[in-house]
């Protein structure tokens, strides 16, 4: 398996990841109300929003031959709401209907094996200064055969 190969699998997952994220009700990457962003837009300016970061791609622990990958993915759940409170309780909702939506659809459509880990993270240490109480990362790992 080349590194393009793997480089397909991985846009291929985070496609599907978007195309999850589009069911939950008032999300859309449509450009016209889009507010949920793959590349580009970060730090968000229209709220509240998803942000999908591919974080790393690795084989599995004891998988000498490489034939199984393991993809990881970091879902950033933005609201802008000034109450900090409300801002996160909105974040938890919206990042309890990520993982509801991936639960349901465990494979993604065909495109994975298993989502084998769904946490969270509330502060990710990657956003940036000003939304630190506004923002909850949904961290995801796809596993995948490649051979």
Same mark, same amino acid.
């Given at each position: 398996m080349s590194v393009e190969d793997i480089g397909e699998i991985w846009k291929t997952l985070w496609n599907d990841l978007e195309a999850e994220c589009e069911k939950i009700t008032g999300f859309t990457a449509d450009e016209t109300d889009k507010n949920i962003f793959m590349t580009g837009k970060f730090p968000p300016t229209v709220f509240p929003s998803i942000f999908i970061q591919p974080m790393e791609v690795r084989p599995g622990e004891y998988d000498t031959s490489e034939t199984e990958m393991y993809f990881t993915f970091n879902i950033y759940v933005f609201d802008s709401d000034p109450d900090p409170k409300t801002a996160m309780d909105s974040?938890?909702? @919206?990042?309890? !209907?990520?993982?509801?939506? @991936?639960?349901? !659809?465990r494979v993604l459509g065909g495109d994975a094996d298993n989502v084998e880990d769904i946490r969270y993270i509330v502060n990710p240490p990657i956003v940036p200064s000003g939304y630190e109480r506004q923002c909850i990362a949904v961290v995801i790992t796809?596993?995948?055969q490649i051979a």
């Open positions: 974040c938890m909702d @919206i990042a309890g !209907d990520v993982r509801s939506q @991936i639960i349901d !659809d796809i596993r995948r």
